[in-house]
């Protein structure tokens, strides 16, 4: 019996002893890939190891991504503290200038300090008391700054609405203006940052409270007159918008000493400033 010249199928259903349709790679194509990771490999490390020295030196030890307030409440308690720790610092380096100012005596010195304190009073230095007018102002209610079809910066008090109220008081004549109990002086700047209303460096949140040491009738009538005031109040008037207007005449406003910085090592009248200009 003849024998045939292929041999017959395996069960797999392959010719036993045919090569297969392709040939597998060599031991050296499989380590090629392992190659290539070993010189990669160390790159990253390095490569990574440099970024997070980098960030260690530029964080300082800190967190390059701090968390942020939520609470605005908080963020301004939390400022007023730092504020109130270093207004205090600034208060006892001035009784140590004062001591050292005191010990020296000659007749120029005794000069100057008379004249000091002719000027302390104008300047906000000195404690004012006595009558005069507050004026408080706030945001509109919540319920109405979610169904008002108005202006969202028509709903809530700006930097520019304290100004108002604060120069409507100097032109009645007020001896002394504060902002949340701070005196104001002619060195105040008063900012807007975010919702709150920055003055002398410390966040406010509302309500506002201004208030004017002085002739209560004046000061009130100085108020009425002023036609930013008047388009404010219309405004306050109005059921969709209603930003707080509150003004109270007072028997005795504290108007407490200026114990900030002064910026200003000197300055003209505005008069002055365009003579010479010109």
Known sequence: MSQDAHASPAPGGEPEGDPPAERPASDAARRRPWSAWRVVMPVIVLVSGSLFAVSALTSGGTD???????DVAQLVRTESRQYDALRDRVSRLNDEVDALTEAVDNTRVRELRARTRTLEAPAGLVEQIGPGVTVVLSDAPEEVAQSSQQNPNLLVVHQQDIQAVVNALWRGGATAVTVQGQRVVTTTGIKCIGNSVQLQGVPYSQPYTISGVGDPAALAASIEADAYLQLYRS?????DIAVGWQETTEERIEAPAYDGLLDL????????QQKSDG
Request: proline share 15%; glycine share 4%.
């Open 265 to 272: 090592s000197y300055a003209k009248p505005i008069e002055t």
């Open 235 to 239: 405004d306050a008037a109005e059921p």
């Open 64 to 70: 390059l991504r701090p968390g942020r307030y939520t």
